[in-house]
């Protein structure tokens, strides 16, 4: 039984920081890409970052790049992102995603991903 749990959302002032944290349960941690997605109200759900213990690959999207660190602890099965200089456009809810690596993705899209967490809300007011 894989379980993701997110946390560490929550209200923030433009400018301001956040770390979220995802513990993931129920699988062989280093053998998962590990993603973060976020999903605004009426919008489709996007990629945020990732990163991939086997091949060394760090992605981040073009919108949070520069402001965003992700990073994972293979020995406490939790992948975290570091969000630091947060815009009001980077109101969303925040999801984790865990994929089995098979080096045959790219780990950009949704479908990609076969387990998903419980999304944790960050507001960032103006």
């Known amino acids: 039984d894989v379980q993701l749990q997110a946390s560490g959302g929550g209200l923030v002032q433009t400018g301001g920081s956040l770390r979220l944290s995802c513990l993931a349960s129920g699988l062989n941690f280093g053998d998962y890409v590990m993603g973060w997605f976020r999903q605004a109200p009426g919008n489709k759900r996007v990629i945020v970052s990732h990163?991939?213990?086997?091949?060394?690959?760090?992605h981040y999207a073009d919108s949070v790049k520069g402001r965003f660190t992700i990073s994972r602890d293979n020995t406490k099965n939790t992948v975290y992102l570091q969000m630091n200089s947060l815009k009001p456009e980077d109101t969303a809810v925040y999801y984790c995603?865990?994929?089995?690596?098979?080096?045959?993705?790219?780990?950009?899209?949704?479908?990609?991903?076969?387990?998903w967490g419980q999304g944790t809300q960050v507001t960032v007011s103006s």
């Open positions: 990163i991939n213990s086997h091949d060394g690959d760090i």
């Open positions: 995603a865990a994929s089995y690596w098979s080096g045959s993705y790219w780990y950009i899209e949704t479908y990609e991903y076969e387990h």
